[in-house]
T-cell receptor
Framework: DVKVTQSSRYLVKRTGEKVFLECVQDMDHENMFWYRQDPGLGLRLIYFSYDVKMKEKGDIPEGYSVSREKKERFSLILESASTNQTSMYLC??????????????FGEGSRLTVL | KNEVEQSPQNLTAQEGEFITINCSYSVGISALHWLQQHPGGGIVSLFMLSSGKKKHGRLIATINIQEKHSSLHITASHPRDSAVYICAVLAGNEKLTFGTGTRLTIIP
């Protein structure tokens, strides 16, 4: 059974803290994505990666960075968390070129609250 | 930028009813995804289509490229179908643009 696993389902952090959200996939997919989901808005792309050590900015990269040292792992980093980063964060992966070629596989999501 | 509109935003129906959820978009696309999100957050891909119609069990997705419109149908709806259904479109080499979702509640 294919799987995308996000390390934490729920996190509560304080303003200014550094936050790491981890995502691991076991499907040998080239592409991995980080989205955030907020009420009334569609999913918005933060960063994506087509290969190890490669990263591309999505629509809303400000305040975030990412790391992809191994093919199966894609980490989202909030260097200094702020209250407007309170959100649901979703990781996804897919095979092939970007999101063009087929099915997206999502993790269960990480709900982050920044106090 | 592609605009994606879903309707209705919320839908409540009785078990067994035929369900239709609509998705309209503003510019030409290469593919359209239908996704299902259950309470708790996990998202499952239901369909990806670029033309015509696809069927999987009680779910049917159709797309009309000329009218820039897609529908997701559920036959013989069941309470376990209760979820948020999300449409997402891909235009050229752009990234996916997501709709805000349709919240479906099926009452036993």
């Amino acid at each position: 059974d294919v799987k995308v696993t996000q390390s934490s389902r729920y996190l509560v952090k304080r303003t200014g803290e550094k936050v790491f959200l981890e995502c691991v996939q076991d499907m040998d997919h080239e592409n991995m994505f980080w989205y955030r989901q907020d009420p009334g808005l569609g999913l918005r792309l933060i960063y994506f990666s087509y290969d190890v050590k490669m990263k591309e900015k999505g629509d809303i990269p400000e305040g975030y960075s990412v790391s992809r040292e191994k093919k199966e792992r894609f980490s989202l980093i909030l260097e200094s968390a702020s209250t407007n980063q309170t959100s649901m964060y979703l990781c996804a992966s897919s095979r092939g070129l970007a999101e063009l070629t087929g099915e997206l596989f999502f993790g269960e999501g990480s709900r982050l609250t920044v106090l | 930028k592609n605009e994606v509109e879903q309707s209705p935003q919320n839908l409540t129906a009785q078990e067994g009813e035929f369900i239709t959820i609509n998705c309209s978009y503003s510019v030409g696309i290469s593919a359209l995804h239908w996704l299902q999100q259950h309470p708790g957050g996990g998202i499952v891909s239901l369909f990806m289509l670029s033309s015509g119609k696809k069927k999987h069990g009680r779910l049917i997705a159709t797309i009309n490229i000329q009218e820039k419109h897609s529908s997701l149908h559920i036959t013989a709806s069941h309470p376990r179908d209760s979820a948020v259904y999300i449409c997402a479109v891909l235009a050229g080499n752009e990234k996916l643009t997501f709709g805000t979702g349709t919240r479906l509640t099926i009452i036993p």
